[in-house]
């Protein structure tokens, strides 16, 4: 069981940052792959971005340009940094797990998941 801590939620008007941190215990396995989702009320949950462990990425169409997602491997840390953001970005975020070497924005393919930290983003 791999368990993830999320932090770094918050408040904030559009064109603002947010820093979000997902801590894992550092049970996992390699290879591995880490990922943020989101969900909206109402909305299904969505790929934001994932990253794996040699350092690539992928990220949904509406973020691309505006967010980075990075992990540092010796803090057992996952990072989301959100740039410019909108009233869209509005959210409850999430990160996950996945064994495994590839890159994927499929919920169905994470294996654990975060509490998740809610981000509002007000016009």
């Known amino acids: 069981v791999v368990q993830l801590v999320e932090s770094g939620g918050g408040s904030v008007q559009a064109g603002g940052s947010l820093r979000l941190s997902c801590r894992h215990d550092g049970s996992t396995t390699d290879p591995y792959g880490l990922a943020w989702f989101r969900q909206a009320p109402g909305k299904e949950r969505e790929g934001v971005a994932a990253?794996?462990?040699?350092?690539?990425?992928t990220y949904t169409h509406s973020v691309k340009g505006r967010f980075t997602i990075s992990q540092d491997n010796a803090k057992n840390t996952l990072s989301l940094q959100m740039d410019r953001l909108k009233p869209e970005d509005t959210a409850m975020y999430y990160c996950a797990y996945r064994s495994g070497a590839l890159l994927f924005l499929n919920a169905e393919k994470y294996n654990y998941w975060g509490q998740g930290t809610q981000v509002t983003v007000s016009s």
């Open positions: 990253i794996i462990k040699n350092g690539d990425t």
